[in-house]
């Protein structure tokens, strides 16, 4: 069955179950995704109310990775399901090395390369689902907001000033797979919010190849882990969907201002994320608005946007790493930042050659690519002698205007 596109305003009749919008349905239909591992659908109730409904997929051989399929989030047991992402992966996992080699592509250039059967002895009290046990589950509390007592004015001297009033803790579902790659251990992480929010996270452990030597001979040497995520957001499905870039800006002269922008992006192409700009991305659907009516007395639009969570940003020979966010019209050939088949050697088609023509981007079909690295210095430190404790590196999908208020507030 395939649902009518609806926003976040309820209407009459509005199916309560998850369903797949029209749009997207037939891309699901025309697109099956090609499995090789567990294949997982489950829809997780918080105490909240709300809930997510989705599909992970593992993928062994050619091209591995934890795949998040149709995945839809209701904020209330009488609120209508909305469809958020088609399909988010891992798309690529490059491994560069400061002396120039090696430089390996650790989905796209090996065949040999398969997620971790997860053993729940290990785990334990986590939940290790599917059958072949190869995706973690947990469900767990986070601190979503609080606010003081004190409501108004000048906060007076006395004890009210600093003591809490409401204080909200949420709900999340957390689960990770694990591609095992030679020496190294990649972890694959997505989080679920009973607000609406998506955490992806990427890490890397495992023991370091030369770590051993590196006391003795300080021959341990540094190299990046750069992870590049592939995004088919659908939100409210396929069809109405259009990317904006959001920068701020500061004037220096004294007093300093601030300036925040917020600009459509016309057609496929790449952007370059700026520190000082707090640069992020957003997907807008054309007909998903909420409740709170602005001057034409219509709701504000519902959107997502992409916050990064960094600590640096690697940039290499590799066209493709010359920029951190790409946006491209859905192409089902090009699930990954390389086109081609584990093993073939470069060059292959990849980011840039999938911008190259380019299309315009409003209100389409959108995929959004976003790259970001984890350093491993040179002369490994002796913490990670015997194996790397983990390094995370990711982003948030964090709902724009998909509530009328603070989520859940009393």
Same mark, same amino acid.
């Given at each position: 069955?395939?649902?009518?596109?609806?926003?976040?305003?309820?209407?009459?009749?509005?199916?309560?179950?998850?369903?797949?919008? &029209?749009?997207?349905?037939?891309?699901? &239909?025309?697109?099956?995704?090609?499995?090789?591992?567990?294949?997982?659908?489950?829809?997780?109730?918080?105490?909240?109310?709300?809930?997510?409904?989705? =599909?992970?997929?593992?993928?062994?051989?050619?091209?591995?990775?934890?795949?998040?399929?149709?995945?839809?989030? @209701?904020?209330?047991?009488?609120?209508?399901?909305?469809?958020?992402?088609?399909?988010?992966?891992?798309?690529?996992?490059?491994?560069?090395?400061?002396?120039?080699?090696?430089?390996?592509?650790?989905?796209?250039?090996?065949?040999?390369?398969?997620?971790?059967?997860?053993?729940?002895?290990?785990?334990?009290?986590?939940?290790?689902?599917? #059958?072949?046990?190869?995706?973690?589950?947990?469900?767990?509390?986070?601190?979503?907001?609080? @606010?003081?007592?004190?409501?108004?004015?000048?906060?007076?001297?006395?004890?009210?000033?600093?003591?809490?009033?409401?204080?909200?803790?949420?709900?999340?579902?957390?689960?990770?797979?694990?591609?095992?790659?030679?020496?190294?251990?990649?972890?694959?992480?997505?989080?679920?919010? %009973?607000?609406?929010?998506?955490?992806?996270?990427?890490?890397?452990? !495992?023991?370091?190849?030369?770590? #051993? =030597?590196?006391?003795?001979?300080?021959?341990?040497?540094?190299?990046?882990?750069?992870?590049?995520?592939?995004? %088919?957001?659908?939100?409210?499905?396929? !069809?109405?969907? =259009?990317?904006?870039?959001? #920068?701020? #800006?500061?004037?220096?002269? &004294?007093?300093?201002?601030?300036?925040?922008?917020?600009?459509?992006?016309?057609?496929?192409?790449?952007?370059?994320?700026?520190?000082?700009?707090?640069?992020?991305?957003?997907?807008?659907?054309?007909?998903?608005?909420?409740?709170?009516?602005?001057?034409?007395?219509?709701?504000?639009?519902?959107?997502?946007?992409?916050?990064?969570?960094?600590?640096?940003?690697?940039?290499?020979?590799?066209?493709?790493? @010359?920029?951190?966010?790409?946006?491209?019209?859905?192409?089902?050939?090009?699930?990954?930042?390389?086109?081609?088949?584990?093993?073939?050697?470069?060059?292959?088609?990849?980011?840039?050659?999938?911008?190259?023509?380019?299309?315009?981007?409003?209100?389409?079909?959108?995929?959004?690519?976003?790259?970001?690295?984890?350093?491993?210095?040179?002369?490994?430190?002796?913490?990670?002698?015997?194996?790397?404790?983990?390094?995370?590196?990711?982003?948030?999908?964090?709902? @724009?205007?998909?509530?009328?208020?603070?989520?859940?507030?009393?």
């Amino acid at each position: 069955m395939f649902a009518l596109a609806s926003g976040s305003i309820a209407f009459a009749q509005v199916p309560l179950e998850p369903l797949i919008p &029209a749009d997207s349905a037939l891309k699901r &239909a025309a697109h099956p995704l090609i499995g090789g591992g567990d294949t997982v659908t489950e829809t997780v109730k918080f105490k909240s109310g709300s809930a997510w409904h989705l =599909t992970l997929n593992t993928r062994d051989l050619n091209f591995p990775g934890l795949i998040i399929t149709d995945a839809s989030f @209701q904020k209330s047991p009488n609120s209508p399901f909305i469809y958020v992402l088609f399909d988010a992966r891992v798309a690529e996992i490059f491994v560069p090395y400061h002396s120039g080699m090696p430089r390996y592509r650790d989905i796209s250039g090996f065949d040999w390369m398969k997620m971790l059967t997860l053993d729940p002895a290990k785990f334990a009290p986590r939940e290790i689902i599917g #059958s072949d046990e190869k995706i973690c589950k947990e469900v767990r509390d986070y601190l979503a907001w609080m @606010q003081t007592k004190y409501q108004g004015g000048d906060c007076p001297l006395g004890p009210e000033c600093v003591q809490s009033g409401a204080v909200r803790y949420g709900q999340e579902v957390n689960y990770f797979s694990v591609l095992g790659a030679g020496n190294y251990n990649y972890i694959m992480e997505w989080t679920f919010r %009973d607000d609406g929010t998506i955490l992806a996270r990427a890490g890397s452990t !495992g023991p370091k190849v030369d770590a #051993s =030597t590196a006391v003795a001979s300080g021959m341990s040497e540094g190299h990046m882990h750069n992870f590049a995520w592939r995004l %088919d957001i659908d939100l409210n499905g396929a !069809g109405a969907n =259009t990317a904006f870039w959001k #920068s701020h #800006s500061e004037n220096l002269t &004294a007093p300093s201002k601030g300036t925040d922008n917020r600009e459509p992006i016309m057609t496929e192409g790449s952007r370059v994320w700026n520190p000082e700009q707090y640069n992020t991305l957003e997907i807008q659907d054309a007909r998903l608005r909420n409740k709170h009516l602005v001057e034409n007395g219509l709701g504000r639009r519902t959107s997502y946007e992409l916050l990064p969570m960094r600590s640096g940003t690697a940039r290499h020979n590799e066209p493709w790493t @010359q920029a951190d966010f790409w946006v491209t019209l859905y192409n089902p050939s090009e699930l990954h930042v390389f086109k081609g088949q584990p093993g073939q050697e470069l060059p292959l088609p990849s980011l840039p050659d999938y911008i190259s023509r380019p299309f315009p981007t409003i209100n389409k079909d959108l995929v959004i690519w976003y790259t970001a690295s984890e350093h491993h210095e040179n002369d490994s430190r002796d913490e990670d002698m015997n194996t790397v404790p983990v390094i995370w590196t990711g982003f948030e999908l964090d709902p @724009q205007n998909l509530w009328d208020g603070t989520p859940f507030y009393p």
